[in-house]
């Protein structure tokens, strides 16, 4: 089977890299540095970062899907700026946008977006997922075709309680290099390594406050396969969805219209080299009351909003209070976890690829 190529002049994180460091002299994105530390949720290493900027970026909610026909909001990736678009891909006939995002957080943190506008609530289609993949294999091999130790984290945000920010379609991409940021030391990677490692043994540790779907990817997967997993792992956690509202009367969360092809939960998807995994979602923000009425031991947190970075374990604070209070209890961000996502008993599938 002939390997999907993207055509780049250069090794993707030279042109990642070049481009990321023009714009910021250029002052053509906002790189915002974070306070980082690690908590323990149920004893896996979880990144908290603390970025009081964020609070003044200005808001790209995505609107609701009935009120997309409506909104006359700008639509970044419809035309890119040149200072951030790194590439179109893959080359000779481009389908998608290689684009800087301009409100980092994390060095080098750029997207793929769809070159003809495609909705962010429908479901991914075959050659999104080919180009992700080739995406997360190219950032590991230099132009020579060494392979090195660099590795991205990808995911994808999709509906109104997954923390989308934009209609337009984006899958985004971290490298986790650049995310460690010291963080290793104190025992993290990226949590979807761990479920990798549970999917393979076709076990789950329960270690995790949130219901998770997860597969192991063949070493050179097709588009087919790539599509047949992402499949297999949504239907999963729809039905995690449907049985959790079946239990749940009054939960909140209700299923999607699937009319107009959008899908019918909310949810994260997150992708390595090697693993996909699937998070639904009820809310996209989590707020922790005060507990027993006692303000010097137990701050009120929150909102917190949280969006596909929950599957590389690392979570994002904009107050001060809130950066506090989860490192000085931190069984309170497991509560925070539990809250966005489905219940841990909801979840605990995996899938063997070898098995499609």
């Known amino acids: 089977m002939a390997l999907f190529s993207l055509g780049l002049t250069d090794s993707l994180p030279v042109l990642v890299g070049q481009k990321f460091l023009a714009a910021k002299a250029h002052e053509d994105l906002v790189f915002s540095a974070t306070e980082l530390a690690v908590v323990r949720v149920g004893g896996l290493p979880f990144q908290l970062r603390y970025c ?26 419809e035309d ?18 290689l684009v800087l995002n301009k409100y980092p957080v994390i060095p080098q943190h750029f997207m793929v977006t769809t070159r003809a506008y495609q909705e962010q609530t429908h479901l991914l289609e075959e050659g999104d997922l080919q180009i992700t993949h080739a995406c997360l294999k190219a950032w590991e091999v230099q132009k020579n075709r060494d392979i090195t130790d660099r590795r991205l984290f990808a995911f994808f945000n999709s509906g109104r309680y997954s923390g989308a920010s934009q209609a337009h379609r984006h899958v985004q991409f971290l490298p986790v290099e650049e995310m460690e940021g010291g ?35 063949p070493s050179n997967p097709s588009a087919t396969d790539l599509t047949k997993l992402y499949s297999r792992l949504y239907n999963d956690a729809v039905n995690a969805v449907r049985n959790h509202i079946e239990a749940n009367v009054d939960g909140g969360i209700k299923l999607e219209s699937t009319d107009d092809g959008s899908a019918a939960i909310s949810y994260n998807l997150a992708m390595t080299t090697s693993i996909m995994a699937i998070c639904p979602r009820r809310s996209e923000t ?33 107050t001060e209070e809130d950066w506090n209070e989860l490192r000085r209890d931190r069984g309170r961000l497991s509560d925070l976890l539990n809250l966005v996502g489905l219940p841990p008993e909801n979840g605990l599938a995996s899938i063997d690829s070898e098995m499609l």
């Open 183 to 217: 963080s290793s030391d104190d025992g993290w990677k990226p949590l979807i390594d761990l479920m990798g490692e549970e999917a393979s043994k076709g076990i789950t540790t329960g270690k995790l406050p949130f219901a998770y779907f997860a597969a192991k990817l």
């Open 286 to 318: 989590a707020t922790l009351d005060v507990a027993g009425g006692n303000t010097q031991e137990a701050a009120r947190v929150g909102p917190v909003a949280v969006n596909g970075t929950i599957l590389a374990g690392t979570l994002m604070v904009k």
């Open 80 to 97: 890119p700026v040149a200072a951030l678009l790194v590439t179109q891909i893959p080359a000779g006939k481009p389908t998608h946008n």
């Open 52 to 77: 009081p900027s964020l609070s003044k970026k200005p808001t790209d909610k995505a609107p609701e899907r009935n009120e997309q026909q409506f909104s006359k909001k700008p639509d970044p990736f």
